[in-house]
Each structure stands twice: as C-alpha cells, then as structure tokens.
C-alpha cells in the first residue's frame, strides 16, 4: 500500500485541544537558488540526490551540506520512504541514516503542506531517539536540511531548560519534534503536546532504547501517534535481535527492510604504519612525508579542533598547500575547501573526526592520524578514506608516548596486531 503521506490526518481542521490556536501565516522565503547551482555528474553504480524527486528547497540544503551522491542506505531506502512505505533499517551511526529520514519527512512535508489553520502542540513529524546527544545531533541535522524551508524543529530533551523547550511548543507551529523518551512524555502528560497528527514516526537507535530500558515508554508513544496503517512508520537499529524483529512487527505495515553493512574493519587496500614518536618530531615527519612524490592527497586528522586549526596554521606557514575542515569552520566555507580538495587544488586537509566523516573522496593517497584518535571506530573511519574504489592507499599513525595507550583498543576492533615501527631516517631529518 502506498501511503504516501498526503495530509491524511491534517485534512480535518484541529479542535485545539490546548486551546492555544495560531494561524499558519509564516512567509515564504525568498530564494533565487536553482538546481542548476548544484552540478553532480551521473556516475555509474552511484544514486545521485537530483534523481528521486526532490524539492529544491531540500536540494538546496544538500548542497549546501556538500552531500553530492546518496550513501548505500539513502539510495537504497529512498525511493521507497518517499513513496511513504514503512522501512526498517539496520544501519549503524557513520552510514548516513539521519539524512535518511529527515530527507523523508521533509520532502513529504514540503510536498502536502497543510492548509488552513494549525494548532501548536501538534507535530507532523515525530523522532524519538535514546540518548540526548543523539537527539541534539539528529536536531542540527535537521536544522541544516530545513534551512531554506520554514519547517520548525523543535528538541525536547531532559535535564536542559523545561521551560524553554515548552516555550517553543507554546510560541510556534511545530513541524517536526526530536526528543528522547522520557521528556516526550512528560510533556504529553502535561498535555502539551499531542501525537494525534503525526504522520511520519522514527525510531532510532531501538536497539539501544531496548537495552536502556525504554521500551515502555516508547511503546505508550507509539500509542498515542494514529494507527500504523495511517502514519508512516521508520525503525533503524545496529543490531537485529528477537525483540527488535517483535517490536518492529508490532509497530510498521508492510516495511521494507534493508541491511547496511557497517565500514569494513581495515580494509586490505589500506597499508597500516604506526611510527613511534616523540611528541616534537611530529610536524617534521609530517612536513616530510608531505613532501614526497607519492604523497598526492593527504588528509591528516587530528583530535580536536582547536589541535585541528593549528596544525593547519603552522602547515600554511611552512608553505604547504592545505584546507582545513572541522565544526568551526562555517559550512559554505567546507564546502568549498572540499572541492579544491577533490580538484587538486589542496592536497593536504586536517580535519577533525565529524567533518572528516562526510569526506567521500577517491584518490586519497594517505592518511596520517596526527592523533590517534580516542575512540577505535574512528580510526577505522580515518583509515577508510584512503583506499577507496578499488585504489591501495596508506595510513601512517603516530603514536607517541602519552598516546600510544590509545593502541590496543584498535587492535582488539581491527582483531589484528598493529606493527610499530619507528619512522625511517630520511622522515626524521
Ligand atoms: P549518520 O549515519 O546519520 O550519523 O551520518 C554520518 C555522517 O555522514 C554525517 O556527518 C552526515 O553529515 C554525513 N552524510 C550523510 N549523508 C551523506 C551523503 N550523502 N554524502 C556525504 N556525507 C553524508
């Protein structure tokens, strides 16, 4: 069954339970933006985003995002959560399945804008999520994709400002809500907010709101939103046990489901180098290595941004050509340093883990781990953006003596031993 979306429940005008009644009188926003400003070129085996139908004002944030082909999971449940089919997606963070379902609900709340009076307190679109990191990430997300739309987003969340968070539910007509669980309902019971309209419900991460215990709470959620046969319903967990499968069952009509495999653990096209160092050798060997012949496109990671901004300060200042990319740097900006990247116009990026996440570039020659970072996963995001599409590339970690601590845990995930060695003469000198 295709329920695509139109405003099923939002035909009916609202009775405005809260009694707080508002008129949907927000202006338009002027945009002279076109498609034509967003040039991707069809490539075989990839989806682009100008392919599946959809609205501009959404094609607009994408590329503004610097987003240029979909990730496997966007190009694989797209065309049916656009249509307005249930899906369940095991899918873990780093896969691209925030965008996923935000692109879903908004382009579907783009397409069947409702008419006529709106109440406030009563969300088209509701995405529930364990923790209140996620649910903050999942909000900026959000807030980046409607930025030339007038959708209003709004975060609700415990242990930050209750009153704020009901002020916003009080003062706008609310699109879209992201909250965990617990504050979901708290404002439900204080009947401030209404589930009745929902139209597109996400679960996310219901692998972890099992193991946290959640699954009460959520389930008195999904109880209040319409019917499973009147809402559009999109579950993502990591894992797939029983209980997910039972719950999944209990809560969508007809999904489709779809698996994403996560990154492979050390791809074997990438050649590992872990170097001992000491913490003042390392800008030399890096400006060295810098220097070779082979080292053609070089993303150097380091752990924070300030670590970020000044290793490209003293790299600019030795001569080399290089961009930098982390959450400081404002987005357009990003963007383009990412193209001259992709060009070969800058052959060195320093980056943090975030933004270096978003980098899909092929021809990476090396990455150097400037940091090894903190958490193993990322070091197998950092390693897997050299040796991309069939190409070898390396990775050269430093590990120095206050950070080398950092290494067996990556071994443990990579389930293999990393050889150090320490780094040749003619990298020292
Ligand atoms: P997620 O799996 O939702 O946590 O997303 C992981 C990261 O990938 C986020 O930083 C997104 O901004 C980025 N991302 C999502 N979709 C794309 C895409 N199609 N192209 C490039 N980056 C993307």
Same mark, same amino acid.
């Given at each position: ?18 009694g ?31 392919d ?9 944030? %994408? ?22 089919? @249930?899906?369940?997606g ?56 409607a ?33 965990t ?22 679960l @996310? ?43 999944s069952?209990?809560?969508?009509y007809?999904?489709v ?21 000491s913490?003042?050798?390392?800008f ?13 496109s070089? %993303? ?42 992709k ?5 060195v990026?320093?980056?943090? @883990? ?17 940091n ?8 197998v995001h ?8 069939g ?17 067996? @845990? ?6 293999d ?13």
């Amino acid at each position: 069954m295709n329920k695509s979306t139109s405003g099923h429940k939002g035909d009916k005008p609202s009775e405005g339970k809260g009694g707080h009644r508002r008129q949907q009188t927000k202006p338009q926003k002027a945009d002279t933006w076109s498609i034509d400003d967003f040039p991707v070129e069809p490539e075989e085996g990839k989806a682009r985003f100008h392919d599946i139908g959809l609205r501009d004002e959404l094609m607009h944030a %994408i590329a503004d995002l610097g987003f240029e082909y979909c990730s496997p999971i966007q190009a694989t449940i797209l065309p049916h959560t656009l249509q307005g089919h @249930d899906a369940i997606g095991k899918a873990q963070t780093g896969t691209g399945k925030t965008a996923a379902f935000l692109i879903t609900m908004f382009n579907d709340m783009l397409c069947h804008p409702l008419e006529g009076e709106r109440f406030v307190g009563e969300p088209r679109g509701l995405v529930i999520a364990p923790t209140r990191e996620l649910v903050m990430q999942i909000a900026a997300d959000a807030v980046d994709l409607a930025k030339h739309t007038d959708l209003q987003v709004v975060t609700l969340i415990g242990g930050m400002d209750y009153q704020k968070q009901l002020n916003r539910l009080h003062n706008d007509v609310v699109d879209l809500v992201v909250a965990t669980p617990g504050r979901l309902l708290d404002f439900m019971g204080r009947r401030d907010l209404y589930l009745d309209h929902i139209e597109v419900l996400v679960l @996310d991460e219901a692998d972890r709101m099992l193991d946290m215990g959640f699954i009460p709470q959520v389930k008195r959620i999904v109880r209040a939103t319409p019917r499973k046969e009147d809402r559009q319903t999109l579950l993502f967990s990591a894992t797939f046990t029983q209980d997910i499968i039972n719950l999944s069952q209990q809560w969508t009509y007809e999904p489709v489901t779809i698996e994403i495999e996560p990154e492979h653990v050390a791809t074997d096209s990438v050649d590992q180098k872990v170097f001992l160092v000491s913490s003042e050798q390392r800008f030399r060997i890096l400006k060295n290595l810098l220097r070779g012949d082979d080292a053609e496109s070089v %993303i150097v990671f380091a752990n924070r941004r300030d670590q970020v901004r000044r290793l490209h300060e003293k790299l600019r200042k030795s001569g080399v050509s290089c961009g930098m990319l982390s959450g400081e740097v404002p987005q357009n900006k990003r963007t383009r340093t990412l193209e001259q990247f992709k060009s070969g116009e800058v052959k060195v990026l320093v980056a943090t @883990d975030v933004a270096g996440r978003g980098i899909h570039v092929n021809g990476v020659s090396h990455v150097v781990n400037y940091n090894l970072p903190e958490d193993p996963e990322d070091y197998v995001h950092r390693i897997g953006r050299t040796g991309r599409a069939g190409a070898s590339g390396t990775s050269i970690s430093f590990a120095s003596e206050d950070e080398a601590f950092l290494l067996p @845990d990556i071994e443990k995930l990579l389930g293999d031993k990393l050889e150090c060695t320490y780094p040749p003469q003619e990298l020292l000198d």
